[in-house]
């Protein structure tokens, strides 16, 4: 169960172990930070919400108090050879008692302040807020090593040691001993002038909650600014809303793929002659484009006819036919060879039967029937005829040769060659027909790359062109043989141009609100969006980096969320703000007489969601305490508040102040010496002051009280400053606050020291300095032994009358006035003479010694008498 505020620490430190990176930084920062946090600290700690990965620290058990129930009593024995810190002496020793309050006394610039740092630092006190408490290097000389000192400490019943170093964890026990700063304190001014009481780990998880909404603020203004960037043609795109575009930028987001974009910009050669087809058809008159777009169609459907043309004439039947003709006709030509072979054995001129003869033999058969003979037939070999060829006339011979030649060739092997290669020259005479010439297909090629914007189908079909005519070339030169492959002519698009000129044409002369009319409209919307999407790519890529980026912050804001920290912290305000606690916090309040005010915790409005309690006047509870109370009354307050903790956590471990009485008037001033002389009967109490008047009230609070069981052992100790070298450290009252008995055994012993300094040189000027400083001493040691004598009544620095001790008053007489006359002034006159300035006359130290003699035999005297009084 969580009792005391270093339990809710350490309870803290466990939380904090399941939150986010940037809160467990943010924690570490807070507490080594007197719980601010510069705007430096925000952005580094918004990067580290952002990205756990970067370079944090944690808060970690050296971070937090050591403080623990069941741990030993600490009390502190003494802080000795500090080295390097400030200006302070070296090789001093600052010693408190175990139990009992330790007072020590330091002027202003004596050193005080930096021992004081040591021990906030050493026993992790809270810092101030606001205020530098760093423990500097002497500014005057060069540091010789770090800055270090050696603590001694009782822990139980046990003597330890421990040393300290600046920036390294000191011994965990040490934080068992609390320091008490009022600017410190769990009481403090709320910016509303509200009096509020917030334990330290309520304190600490409220501004954590402070430090959330910092950071949300800080990377709300980064999503801010990153919004702000998006350009115009994202944030009120030109889109349409229905098309693929512009449903991508109306659902762009951070997992929106860069692809996607990249394939919807970038428009093909194709979608471009597309989109300019559609611009045309719907810029003009529908009727008159339908008109243009079917004359296009037609000079497209006649090419196309010629190319189906070629393409079979150079087609695998028809390279068949071709072979089979030109082979029909080699076999038919064999056989009539051989006819002619025998025909031309016969015969006295060789060649007889052969292609040129008979093409001799045809014209001859021309000229008989049309020119010579036109009536009669062919050969003419009547004895009375003549020679078709030579003119001359027929003998018997020549006539029986006409007739075997036209026997030759009216035979049957003659007309299948003949019928035969008519065939062939059919089939390639078809053929050839088919060729497509290339200045005739250059204006078709020009018409489809300029006219109607199909480039590349203009392309595909010069190469088809190319192909079959390659292949018609090679099917006639090798009569049907060919390695060229036959290309397929309707892959290359042709009949989709036709078909998409006539649905262009049927489009635009249909209704307005016809299907077809819609869809070439839905289809130019498609193809200008990713037009305009060109031209904005690189932004709307961009975009999705920096939705990308919002994404991740709004990730990392999820993490700025206060719930768990304010649940925390109403956790801690129940275990913490207990009933035993605002019950000892009123008795802490009338302890410290704060003129009759009433005053109680109570519950406040929450902030930030933390849960909050003020400091509340009982009788006007509308009324904002801070604004009521006086600077010295706030500061009692505090401090009611600070041994109100103490009270109720039940340890027993020593406890600092540093100051506690600044502000106060001596009414409060009693008040506060009077508690802590109370708190000192049961643990060590350490108050380091430079108030004189405090000092004696909190020895005489500690001293004079009526029951001599209720006493409070008191050390006083003095810390002050040599040859301008602060920090020396004296383990004793200082002068101002040593009764007379003190003083003259100092005297005395300072006598004893020099007298060596009066056999040396009895008129020298070491002997005058020191005689004149112990006759001055000795006649303030005279008012002191005065002020001890009416102590009883009326004590230094107090306002109290005591009427109680009226009567040890009477036991000074007046002799004891007159001897006290006599050798004050007789210190006043060797003092006058010592300080001569023509002939200074130094006392003998037999001198001095007789007058402390009779001071001593004074006081004594006195005080011996005063005793006996009741």
């Known amino acids: 169960m969580i009792q005391t505020e270093a339990e809710a620490m350490r309870e803290i430190l466990e939380w904090s172990s399941d939150r986010p990176v940037w809160q467990r930084d943010a924690l570490r920062r807070l507490v080594s930070q007197d719980g601010t946090l510069a705007d430096d600290d925000i952005e580094e700690l918004a990067a580290i919400c952002k990205d756990p990965s970067l370079s944090h620290q944690s808060l970690t058990a050296a971070d937090v108090t050591a403080q623990k129930a069941g741990a030993p009593t600490i009390a502190l024995k003494s802080l000795r050879n500090v080295q390097n810190v400030n200006a302070l002496a070296e090789n001093q020793s600052l010693t408190f008692i175990p139990k009992g309050v330790t007072i020590l006394y330091g002027d202003n610039g ?60 000191s011994d965990p026990l040490l934080s068992e001993v609390s320091v008490f700063d009022s600017r410190t304190a769990n009481v403090h001014v709320e910016e509303t002038n509200d009096l509020a009481y917030t334990p330290y780990p309520m304190n600490l998880l409220e501004r954590l909650v402070v430090a959330c909404k910092a950071v949300k603020d800080t990377l709300d203004g980064e999503v801010s600014t990153i919004k702000s960037q998006t350009p115009q043609s994202i944030s009120s795109p030109k889109f349409s809303p229905v098309s693929q575009v512009g449903q991508l930028i109306n659902g762009l987001g951070e997992d929106t793929k860069k692809e996607a974009v990249e394939t919807l910009a970038n428009l093909s ?51 068949e036919r071709l072979k089979a003709s030109a082979s029909d006709l080699d076999s038919k030509s064999e056989a009539a060879s051989l006819a002619s072979q025998n025909l031309s054995r016969e015969e006295p001129l060789d060649g007889v039967g052969s292609k040129s003869w008979r093409i001799l033999w045809e014209a001859a058969r021309a000229y008989s029937i049309e020119e010579a003979f036109p009536e009669q037939n062919f050969p003419v070999s009547s004895p009375d005829a003549n020679c078709v060829l030579c003119q001359q006339e027929l003998g018997q011979d020549a006539a029986a040769r006409l007739d075997r030649f036209e026997a030759f060739v009216q035979d049957r092997t003659q007309k299948d060659e003949d019928t035969a290669r008519q065939a062939l020259h059919d089939v390639r005479s078809k053929i050839v027909r088919s060729k497509i010439l290339m200045a005739d297909f250059s204006n078709e090629r020009r018409f489809l790359a300029d006219e109607m914007g199909k480039s590349e189908l203009a392309s595909a079909l010069r190469l088809l062109v190319l192909k079959l005519s390659w292949r018609m070339r090679a099917l006639l030169r090798n009569n049907g043989e060919t390695d060229h492959e036959l290309p397929e002519f309707t892959q290359v698009g042709l009949q989709g141009a036709i078909d998409a000129l006539e649905k262009r044409a049927l489009a635009l002369l249909s209704d ?84 009759g005010l009433e005053i109680e915790l109570e519950q406040a409005r929450s902030q930030h969601g933390v849960s909050r309690f003020r400091v509340s006047l009982i009788e006007s509870k509308s009324d904002n305490a801070g604004d009521i109370l006086s600077e010295g009354e706030y500061r009692c307050v505090a401090l009611a508040g600070f041994m109100a903790e103490l009270a109720t956590n039940d340890s027993g471990s020593g406890i600092i102040f540093d100051d506690p009485v600044s502000s106060l008037d001596h009414l409060h001033r009693e008040a506060i010496a009077t508690r802590l ?194």
């Open 512 to 595: 307005e609100e016809s299907e077809e009319r819609k869809a070439l409209r839905s289809e130019l919307l498609e193809l200008h969006d990713r037009q305009l999407l060109g031209g904005v790519k690189d932004d709307v890529v961009a975009e999705i980096g920096r939705r990308k980026a919002v994404s991740n912050i709004e990730d990392a804001l999820k993490d700025t969320r206060p719930n768990a920290i304010t649940q925390k912290n109403t956790a801690l305000s129940e275990a913490l703000i207990t009933d035993r606690l605002r019950g000892r916090f009123s008795k802490e309040i009338d302890n410290l007489h704060l003129a």
């Open 110 to 169: 004596a050193g005080k302040s930096g021992y004081v740092r040591i021990l906030k630092n050493a026993c992790r006190a809270r810092k101030v807020k606001g205020k530098d408490d760093s423990i500097l290097y002497n500014i005057y000389e060069t540091p010789n090593g770090p800055q270090r000192a050696e603590l001694e400490f009782h822990s139980g019943g046990q003597s330890q040691k421990a040393e300290w170093t600046i920036g390294a964890a």
């Open 677 to 870: 002389a109370e708190e000192g009967r049961n643990r060590q109490v350490i108050v380091f002051t430079h108030d004189l008047p405090f000092l004696y009230m909190l020895r005489n609070a500690c001293r004079q009280v009526e029951d001599p069981s209720l006493k409070t052992e008191v050390a006083l100790r003095h810390i002050q400053k040599r040859n301008k070298t602060p920090g020396h450290c004296r383990n004793e009252a200082p002068d101002k606050a040593q009764d007379a008995s003190s003083r003259l055994t100092k005297i005395r012993n300072h006598l004893s020291k020099c007298q060596i300094q009066y056999e040396n040189d009895p008129d020298g000027i070491d002997w005058l300095i020191t005689a004149r400083g112990l006759i001055d001493s000795l006649r303030q040691t005279w008012e002191t032994a005065v002020e001890d004598a009416v102590s009883p009544v009326l004590r230094t620095f107090s306002s109290k009358v005591n009427t109680k001790g009226f009567a040890k008053l009477s036991a000074i007489t007046e002799l004891d006035a007159l001897a006290m006359r006599q050798h004050y002034g007789q210190c006043s006159e060797l003092l006058h003479k010592a300080s001569d300035s023509i002939n200074p006359a130094a006392p003998t130290p037999e001198i001095i010694e007789q007058e402390l003699a009779a001071l001593e035999t004074w006081l004594s005297t006195v005080t011996e008498r005063q005793k006996k009084i009741k």
């Open 269 to 319: 050669e194709k979608d471009k002659q597309r989109l300019a087809e559609l611009n045309s058809d719907f810029s003009q008159d529908p009727k008159a484009t339908a008109r243009r777009l079917r004359a296009q169609k037609a000079r497209l459907q006649t090419f196309q006819d010629k190319l189906r043309a070629l393409s079979e004439a150079v087609s695998e039947a028809s390279a």
